[in-house]
Structure formats: C-alpha cells, structure tokens
C-alpha cells in the first residue's frame, strides 16, 4: 500500500471491546510509524473474511478527510494484520518490526 503521511495530523484509534474508544495521536513520529508500517506490509493471498479488527484506526488530514483500516494485532502476535475499510477482501500481514512499534505504541 502507497500512503503518505504528510497530509494526516492526527489519528484516532477505536480499541475494540475495552472502554477505550479513542487514543489520539498527534506526534509525526507516531504518525510516521503507522504509516510505515502500513507501506511496509505485504498483502496476502486471496481473499480474505475476517472477524472485526482488535483496533479501528483513522488517519485525520488538514482538512478533515479520515482514511481508515482495521488493524489485528495482539500481545501473542508475532506479525499484525491490516485492512484498509475500503477494501475488506485485502489482507496485508505487517512486518515483525512493525508490528512490535505498533503494539508498543498502543500499550503506552
């Protein structure tokens, strides 16, 4: 996936099934991190049907535009999965790397 982040100033995270409805990141190093991990995936093959992402994650530009994925990722996972909401049939797996970034960045 080709994302920029430039253009994003904030992303809002939903946690599924806790109380937290929303972490907010205004930080371009958090940002950054999201996005590379975005472009650093590798999509999976075939189609995918999945269960709801573990996080809803939107990316909030300038001008008020929201780009959103599903992420999974858990504490047990060695590499995160991420679904852009515009196309639920395309799964792409994030790198070990990045998904330890992600996971640290959440648990903070």
């Known amino acids: 996936m080709g994302f920029s982040y ?3 100033v904030a992303i809002a995270i939903q946690i599924k099934g806790t109380e937290k409805v929303g972490l907010y990141f205004f930080s371009g190093l958090e940002i950054k991190a999201f996005v590379d991990a ?3 995936s590798k999509r999976m093959k075939g189609s995918v049907d999945m269960p709801e992402g573990d996080y809803d994650l939107s990316f909030i530009s300038l001008d008020g535009t929201l780009d959103g994925f599903h992420i999974w990722i858990s504490e047990e996972s060695l590499a995160g999965t991420i679904i852009h909401i515009t196309d639920t049939e395309a799964a ?3 790198t070990k790397k990045s998904t330890n970034t992600i996971r640290d960045i959440l648990s903070d």
């Open 38 to 40: 975005i472009n650093t």
């Open 92 to 94: 792409y797996k994030l």
């Open 6 to 8: 430039q253009a994003s």
